[in-house]
Nanobody
Framework: QVQLVESGGGPVQAGGSLRLSCVRP????????MGWFRRAPGKEREFVSA???????YYADPVKGRFTIPRDNAANTLYLQMNNLKPEDTAVYYC????????????????????WGQGTQVTVSS
């Protein structure tokens, strides 16, 4: 019973780029706020970026100016475009989905999200 599936991770040299994708197999992402989180070795899972169903976009300070978070609603796909990658970006990256309801949306809060993927490894070498 798959919730979300990430793809596009892998090894990359510092300064390079990767584009991660996230889908919900057989299901729609319409009506969901979507986020990306990452967990680096020895660290807690942390917020990277999010895009609400209504179109608001959020970025963590370390990735501002380097990452973008497009979503293709027609294709039911969320992306994370990562440019100018740094070794400190090395982590397992997770996508997450929050069903829009009557509650306040807190994009950077882990427990906000209902559905998660298994993660995709990004390794940036110096």
């Amino acid at each position: 019973q798959v919730q979300l599936v990430e793809s596009g991770g892998g090894p990359v040299q510092a300064g390079g780029s990767l584009r991660l994708s996230c889908v919900r197999p057989g299901r729609t992402l319409n009506g969901y706020n979507m986020g990306w989180f990452r967990r680096a070795p020895g660290k807690e899972r942390e917020f990277v970026s999010a895009i609400s169903w209504s179109g608001s976009i959020y970025y963590a300070d370390p990735v501002k100016g380097r990452f973008t978070i497009p979503r293709d609603n027609a294709a039911n796909t969320l992306y994370l475009q990562m440019n100018n990658l740094k070794p400190e970006d090395t982590a397992v990256y997770y996508c997450a989905a929050d069903r829009v309801d009557g509650t306040q949306y807190h994009p950077s809060v882990l427990y906000e999200y209902n559905y998660w993927g298994q993660g995709t490894q990004v390794t940036v070498s110096s």
